[in-house]
């Protein structure tokens, strides 16, 4: 019994830390906006993909395939942001007409994915598997723990971040004014 609760724990931290990094970013997407961006969602799918696409399609070492994949996820984001988003901006359209434009973009995108790379299941998986550690009856892979040190370090960074960064606080002023937001 005490085995279960405490795997269930670890389970619980794992999705935890995974879904506040992703929450953080959304939210780091809409206040300055003031519109939910739902093709942000497809961005951080296409990260993995491009990370899949980097390691083992091309074979880059995962050290060079994760900042590769990072860069081209950002300039899809980018290119979204210049492509669509701006020129509805421009003509003032409102919160509902950018996330529709939004949603519209998501399926666009989700389907260049499946052209590109299939619907099958992708791994990225360079080492053998193996059994998790034991931690108080409950398993946890080493893939788990990196996963959950390194959400929890981004999350931490990015609040420094937008708190004493001057960039940061530049955001938050433009998320907390309407004026600057135009």
Request: glycine letters at 4%; hydrophobic letters at 55%; one cysteine or more.
């Amino acid at each position: 019994m005490f085995s279960i609760t405490t795997q269930i724990i670890v389970n619980i931290l794992l999705t935890f830390t995974l879904y506040l990094i992703m929450s953080y970013s959304f939210s780091l997407t809409y206040y300055p906006t003031r519109f939910f961006h739902i093709a942000h969602a497809i961005t951080l799918t296409f990260s993995a993909y491009f990370t899949y696409l980097f390691s083992i399609q091309l074979a880059f070492p995962l050290a060079i395939s994760i900042p590769l994949a990072i860069f081209a996820a950002t300039a899809v984001g980018m290119l979204s942001e210049i492509a669509l988003y701006k020129p509805l901006r421009k003509r003032n359209a409102s919160q509902m007409i950018l996330m529709i434009a939004s949603l519209g973009l998501y399926i666009v995108l989700q389907n260049l994915i499946s052209m590109l790379w299939g619907d099958a299941t992708k791994s990225v998986r360079t080492w053998e598997v193996k059994v998790g550690n034991e931690f108080f009856g409950a398993y946890i892979t080493d893939i788990q723990i990196i996963t959950i040190a390194v959400c929890l370090s981004l999350f931490v960074a990015c609040v420094f971040f937008m708190k004493y960064n001057r960039i940061g606080r530049n955001i938050r002023a433009v998320a907390s004014n309407p004026e600057l937001r135009q």
